[in-house]
């Protein structure tokens, strides 16, 4: 199995694709609109890739409890493309780590699997400064979240 393969299906472990049910975003603009027209009562799963591509920059609308739901699909298409924009955008946002402490142990480990994967994959290597940076942010708020 490739690490890709591997990676997807530690995901498809960590976050069980379920249908949900919740309040997609809380906005109102056509980007909201649409957001809400895909994800209301999808599952992460089933979120096409190209609609992650062209909504790559817009985890940050999503309700919390979206965020949880569908961060995995954000996480599928990064690890698809690593060196595309929906990863770059990934882990400027994962950096913030705004809603991290809502991940248990499991999600969260998940979760620095794929950062780690993007920063030896998305073209600059791991030493470059920035990965190094992104990484050392990331841990610090994923790491340990119930220790
Ligand atoms: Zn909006």
């Not at 995901?11 to 980007?31: I, K, M, Q, W, Y």
């Not at 950096?95 to 994967?117: C, H, L, M, N």
């Not at 050392?136 to 979240?145: C, D, H, L, P, T």
Request: charged letters at 20%; a negative charge.
């Amino acid at each position: 199995m490739s690490r890709q393969k591997e990676l997807i299906a530690h995901l498809l472990d960590a976050f069980p694709p379920r249908a949900f049910p919740g309040e997609v975003t809380s906005h109102n603009c056509a980007e909201c609109t649409a957001i809400r027209a895909t994800l209301g009562g999808a599952s992460w799963w089933s979120v096409p890739g190209s609609f992650i591509r062209q909504h790559s920059n817009h985890l940050p609308l999503l309700t919390q409890e979206a965020y949880k739901a569908f961060l995995p699909a954000w996480m599928c298409e990064a690890v698809s493309d690593p060196t595309g924009e929906t990863a770059a955008l990934l882990m400027v946002n994962l950096r913030e780590g705004t809603f991290a402490p809502d991940f248990s142990q499991q999600e969260s480990y998940a979760v620095i699997q794929v950062a780690k994967w993007i920063a030896e994959n998305n073209g600059f290597g791991p030493e470059d400064p920035v990965n190094r940076e992104s990484m050392a942010r990331i841990m610090q708020k994923w790491e340990g979240q119930d220790a």
